[in-house]
C-alpha cells in the first residue's frame, strides 16, 4: 500500500518546527505561517478567530496538498498590529475559549454526578 504510515499526520519530525514564519515581501503586514502536522480543523478555527481580530485584514489558510500534513495560513493586518501579534493574540484567545469550555462541561458534569440518566 501506498498510503503514509498514520502517525506521520500528527507527529511533528525531530528538528521541525511546529509553526515556520514567512514574511510577504509584496504586502506591509503581510506574513504566511507553516503550521506542521495540522489540518483543516486548525485552519478553520484559526480563521475564524482571525477574522474576529478588528487589526486583522485578511486571513486565509490551505492544505497544500491531501499528503502533506501541514496547513498554510496567510494574515494581513492594519499598522497597528502585525501578524506574528495576531497570530499569537488568537493562539491565546482560543486557549481561553477551551479553557472556559473544559471548566463549564465539568461544572455540568459535576451537577449531574448521582442524579438518573433519563
Do not use: C, W
Amino acid at each position: 500500500m501506498n498510503a503514509p504510515d498514520r502517525y506521520e499526520r500528527f507527529v511533528v519530525p525531530e528538528g521541525t518546527k511546529k509553526v515556520s514564519y514567512e514574511r510577504d515581501t509584496k504586502i506591509v503586514n503581510a506574513a504566511s505561517l507553516t503550521v506542521e502536522r495540522e489540518d483543516h480543523t486548525i485552519g478553520n478555527i484559526l480563521r475564524m478567530q482571525l477574522h474576529r481580530d478588528p487589526n486583522v485584514l485578511f486571513a486565509g489558510y490551505k492544505l497544500p496538498h491531501p499528503l502533506q500534513y501541514k496547513i498554510i495560513v496567510r494574515i494581513h493586518t492594519t499598522s497597528q498590529s502585525s501578524p506574528t501579534q495576531a497570530y499569537t493574540q488568537v493562539v491565546d484567545d482560543l486557549d481561553k475559549e477551551l479553557l472556559h469550555l473544559k471548566k463549564a462541561f465539568e461544572d455540568e458534569k459535576n451537577r449531574l454526578e448521582g442524579k438518573p440518566f433519563y
